[in-house]
Each structure stands twice: as structure tokens, then as C-alpha cells.
Antibody, heavy 122, light 110 residues
Framework: EVQLVESGGGVVRPGGSLRLSCAGS????????LSWVRQAPGKGPEWVSG????????GYADSVKGRFAISRDNARNSLYLEMNSLRTEDTALYYC???????????????WGQGTLVTVSS | QSVLTQPPSVSAAPGQKVTISCSGS????????VSWYQQLPGTAPKLLIY???NRPSGIPGRFSGSKSDTSATLGITGLQTGDEADYYC???????????FGTGTTVTVL
């Protein structure tokens, strides 16, 4: 069974940092592209960042470019999101999601985690 | 503000059919595959349609997808109370170099 389990969320002050992790199991982790997708309370999902199967190509939404960094460790079946200079508008449930393909050009997400909540507040 | 536009809500009686449109441009829908997601309250989005018109294993045939030029459509036939949810389209945008979701549509079963 494919599973994605996020962790690392919490409450942080504006300007602070946080590192999210996503552990994958039940599939060959290195064969798939992965993304972080967030959803603010009462809003629709927003793609935040994606990474291809090998980690050599990454992409970011304009809203987080220069502040967030995505990475993966295929030996540990893990995906990460380093978030810096956090803003109140970054408050959301952050999902880890698997692409059906291996590349960075994403068309779909076939498996999602349960999400980890990030709250940015003073 | 999303580059993919959906109607805010659609509704129909049980057993009837609804269609949800997703309007984009040549830089997204016009040049890429579209996917559709169902989100029930308090849960993660669930993939309903991939590559514009394919259903993953386990998704009933009542759900269908199509694409024409810069628009895509999700159809739900034989509407059930369990279909009440938010629905989102999504695709890659070549200009933004980003995956984009639609504005979302709430389906209500009357």
C-alpha cells in the first residue's frame, strides 16, 4: 500500500523557519516525482514545489521562490521542504503528493499524505 | 488568483448528471494533460481523472473527463449524496513552469 506521511509542522513566528519531512513507503520511491501542495483554511489547494525522481530538477511557485527549498533523499525514501522567512500567508495544511510520472513537468498527483499543519503567527 | 477558472457551484438531484468546466489557456490546458480531484470535507484531494480522460483504478465509471482546446470538463452521472464535495481541475502551466489548480467547484446533491 502506497503511503506518504508528513511531519514537521507547527507554530512559528513570522520570519521564522521550519523543515517539513515526508516519508514514503509501499512503492519504489526513486521512480516518481514528488511535490508539496498546501491548502490554506477555506481555500483551494496550491502547488508549492516539485522535484523530479533524481532530485536534479526542482520547481517553485512564485509565492515561495527564494524562501523555500525542496529536496529528497531516495536512500531514506524521504522528501523535505525547508521553509525560511515564513509569512502569515504561508499558514496552511501542507501535503506531500506523488506524481504519476518521474519528471518535473507534472500533470497529476495520484497519492497524497494526510498533511501537516503549519501556522505562522506572532 | 488561479489561471484555471471553474464555476463556484453546481447542483442536481440524485441520479442526475452534472458537468464541471475548467477554462484555461494555450499555456496550460491547451498544451497539457488535465487531472481532476475530489475533496471531501477534512480529507486530502483524491485523483479522479488523469491524462484528461483516464480514470485510476477504483474510480467508478460515473466519472468522466474530456478536453477540447483550452477547456476541460468533468462529468458525473448517476449523482449520489456521497458525491457532495469540492472538485478541482489541474494541469501544468508552461508560462509559469508550475502546476496550477482550478478555482474549485462545490457539488451539491439536492
Amino acid at each position: 500500500e502506497v503511503q506518504l506521511v508528513e511531519s514537521g509542522g507547527g507554530v512559528v513566528r513570522p520570519g521564522g523557519s521550519l523543515r517539513l519531512s515526508c516519508a514514503g513507503s509501499g512503492f519504489t520511491f526513486e521512480d516518481y516525482g514528488l511535490s508539496w501542495v498546501r491548502q490554506a483554511p477555506g481555500k483551494g489547494p496550491e502547488w508549492v514545489s516539485g522535484i523530479n525522481w533524481k532530485g536534479g530538477r526542482t520547481g517553485y511557485a512564485d509565492s515561495v521562490k527564494g524562501r523555500f527549498a525542496i529536496s529528497r533523499d531516495n536512500a531514506r525514501n524521504s522528501l523535505y521542504l525547508e521553509m525560511n522567512s515564513l509569512r502569515t500567508e504561508d499558514t496552511a495544511l501542507y501535503y506531500c503528493a506523488r506524481s504519476m510520472g518521474a519528471g518535473l513537468r507534472i500533470y497529476d498527483f495520484d497519492y497524497w499524505g494526510q498533511g501537516t499543519l503549519v501556522t505562522v503567527s506572532s | 488568483q488561479s489561471v484555471l477558472t471553474q464555476p463556484p457551484s453546481v447542483s442536481a438531484a440524485p441520479g442526475q448528471k452534472v458537468t464541471i468546466s475548467c477554462s484555461g489557456s494555450s499555456s496550460n490546458i491547451g498544451n497539457n494533460y488535465v487531472s481532476w480531484y475530489q475533496q471531501l470535507p477534512g480529507t486530502a484531494p483524491k485523483l479522479l481523472i488523469y491524462d484528461s480522460n483516464n480514470r485510476p483504478s477504483g474510480i467508478p465509471g460515473r466519472f468522466s473527463g474530456s478536453k477540447s482546446d483550452t477547456s476541460a470538463t468533468l462529468g458525473i452521472t448517476g449523482l449520489q449524496t456521497g458525491d457532495e464535495a469540492d472538485y478541482y481541475c489541474g494541469t501544468w502551466d508552461d508560462s509559469l513552469s508550475a502546476f496550477v489548480f482550478g478555482t474549485g467547484t462545490t457539488v451539491t446533491v439536492l
